[in-house]
T-cell receptor
């Protein structure tokens, strides 16, 4: 059974810092991995999707990497801003059927 | 215009009641989903429908029954509500399966409280 873990559970950083969020998964035979953000009281917003054949994806200040063999992904956020404060979730899809297994999330607070 | 909309946003009800949550998407997507987020914020898929056909049905009590009248709507009906059903329920949609089409768009959630 696929298990997805995110460390740390919570993180506070001063504005402007670069930071890394970690995601690990137990079954390396994944179809893709996705990163989402969730703002309080709201739904999830997709940030990045990495196919199993890819090593990384970038969008603006965000960069996600994928190492299937070690069962790990990282989300790098450059020059953090208070607006980045949210919970970040990673999710893996094993088969392409979009049956996502979610991690427990990392709650990020960026202090002005 | 809200892409994926759920109603109601909040739902407070007594144990044993039957309730429905509605979901509509105006993105032209073929696939819709229902997720449950528990009190520990853990998010788990319940169902997915593709063109009104059930694709994913995780281990969910049969008190939960999804209904898809057309591909833009996926409603969730819950019979005989229990305390453990209290959670936030999210609806989502995507174009379909494969590649970037897997990106899912989420509604704002429905917070269900069973008293």
């Amino acid at each position: 059974k696929q298990e997805v873990t995110q460390i740390p559970a919570a993180l506070s950083v001063p504005e402007g810092e670069n930071l890394v969020l970690n995601c690990s998964f137990t079954d390396s035979a994944i179809y893709n991995l996705q990163w989402f953000r969730q703002d309080p009281g709201k739904g999830l917003t997709s940030l990045l999707l990495i196919q199993s054949s890819q090593r990384e994806q970038t969008s603006g200040r965000l960069n996600a990497s994928l190492d299937k063999s070690s069962g790990r992904s990282t989300l790098y956020i450059a020059a953090s801003q208070p607006g980045d404060s949210a919970t970040y979730l990673c999710a893996v899809d094993l088969t392409g059927a979009n049956n996502l297994f979610f991690g427990t999330g990392t709650r990020l607070t960026v202090i002005p | 215009d809200t892409a994926v909309s759920q109603t109601p946003k909040y739902l407070v009800t007594q144990m044993g009641n039957d309730k429905s949550i509605k979901c509509e998407q105006n993105l032209g997507h073929d696939t819709m989903y229902w997720y449950k987020q528990d009190s520990k914020k853990f998010l788990k898929i319940m169902f997915s429908y593709n063109n009104k056909e059930l694709i994913i049905n995780e281990t969910v009590p049969n008190r939960f029954s999804p209904k898809s009248p057309d591909k833009a709507h996926l409603n969730l009906h819950i019979n005989s509500l229990e305390l453990g059903d209290s959670a936030v329920y999210f609806c989502a949609s995507s174009h379909g399966q494969g590649g970037a089409k897997n990106i899912q768009y989420f509604g704002a959630g429905t917070r269900l409280s069973v008293l």
